[in-house]
């Protein structure tokens, strides 16, 4: 039968377990399992279920035993001062002293640097002489099993693993909390658990984890915790001047965003206004050059009717001179020469008329391009 038990009571009479570990590792429900009924809260998470030190009594084959379960250390959610100072409880719960630590470890923690950091402050917090009262239980032993690896080759293969192990003379047990209460294979880790704890009794001639050792560990742990805190205070410093930094890095962000989409726009509104006033320009080009090419095909036109009228004229004065020069005298010869010189000033009327014509042909040509005439007008005229 399982019972609460009290504060500042004498359990002088019963086997005395205490399990300590990281937040997370299965204390909870390795008790559960070993009592063979769930009366714990446990649950797989990275905060701690377990907020105060729980004890239970129980009977297994004649034998008294009382089961401490303890704060997970490393919690998210609490200072280590917090629960070193709850930890302190265990002993007011297990008068006259402790029997056996139990030191949890979750084999898919793979023992890492926090593993080992938890190990070190639980050795801390209750001294060397942990090592001469306790053991160590590997919880998830399912998932060792899954992977086809035996624990004790787990132990093996991981040197910082196994020498800690040592330490504690090879006292270790696996469990897996998986299994149903009743069966077999469950039994036999709850056997060998409680016969581990007995043999360690009776190593340590029936003596215990007093008081007085836990006094005399807690001088020391104390200008450690210090140095953890102190610790701990610089990252939390460190952590808020990076925070600092960092809205300080988000707010000059979003000003120079700011300046860079000002500059933008600034840039956009002066290149239209530019291409417009290029346009405006280049508008103005064109009206002048077809101004300018009108012009000149009315003075080419202008000076082309003067060609014509000038050449009518030679060719009447030609033609009276001719009819004088008959009248005269008649002479055949003379009238020879005067048709040729007559001839000569209309063949220089026409050369006169031919080279005005195609000047007029290309500016009538120019005028049906007016991009062209525009864009050239200034090298022509």
């Known amino acids: 039968m399982v019972k609460r038990a009290e504060k500042e009571v004498d359990y002088s009479d019963h ?15 390795s008790i559960n399992s070993l009592i063979g009924t769930k009366i714990l809260d446990s649950k797989l998470s990275s905060k701690s279920v377990t907020y105060n030190c729980q004890a239970l009594t129980t009977h297994v084959a004649n034998e008294k035993y009382l089961i401490v379960d303890t704060p997970g250390l490393f ?32 084999v898919s923690s793979r023992f890492t640097k926090e593993e080992q950091e938890t190990i070190d402050l639980i050795s801390k917090f209750f001294g060397k002489s942990i090592k001469d009262y306790g053991l160590v239980m590997f919880t998830r032993l399912d998932d060792l099993e899954r992977d086809g690896i035996s624990l004790e080759s787990f132990i093996r293969d991981n040197e910082t693993l196994y020498e800690f192990v040592k330490n504690f003379d090879q006292r ?58 102190r610790m701990n205070l610089t990252i939390e410093e460190l952590n808020s001047h990076i925070d600092s930094l960092k809205i300080e890095h988000n707010k000059n962000l ?25 346009k405006k320009q280049m508008e103005e080009e064109k009206i002048n050059s077809s101004r300018t090419l009108d012009e000149y095909k009315k003075i080419l036109k202008k000076k082309d009717r003067k060609i014509k009228k000038l050449a009518e004229s030679e060719k009447q004065i030609s033609n009276r001179d001719v009819e004088v020069m008959q009248t005269r005298n008649g002479n055949k010869d003379e009238k020879d020469l005067l048709e040729k010189s007559a001839d000569f000033i209309k063949s220089g009327v026409d050369l006169v008329a031919g080279v005005a014509r195609p000047v007029i042909d290309v500016i009538d040509a120019i005028e049906k391009f007016p991009t062209l005439g525009g864009s050239r007008s200034k090298g022509w005229f």
């Open 172 to 229: 270790y047990v696996g469990f897996d909390n998986t299994l149903d209460m009743n069966s077999e294979n469950l039994s036999d880790q709850r056997k060998k658990l409680f016969d581990m704890v007995k043999k360690l009794k009776r190593n340590n001639n029936g003596c215990c984890y007093t008081t007085e050792l836990f006094k005399s560990s807690q001088k020391a742990f104390k200008l450690e915790l210090e140095r953890i805190e």
């Open 15 to 29: 086997n005395r377990i205490v399990f300590v570990g990281k937040t997370g590792h299965g204390k909870s429900s």
């Open 75 to 106: 919690d998210t959610e609490r200072k280590q001062n917090e629960i070193f100072d709850e930890l302190k409880n265990v002993m007011e719960f297990t008068y006259p002293g402790i029997n056996a630590f139990v030191i949890v470890i979750n």
């Open 254 to 278: 979003e000003r120079f965003q700011k300046q860079s989409e000002a500059m933008m726009n600034q840039m956009k509104i002066a290149t239209s206004q530019e291409i417009e006033r290029m």
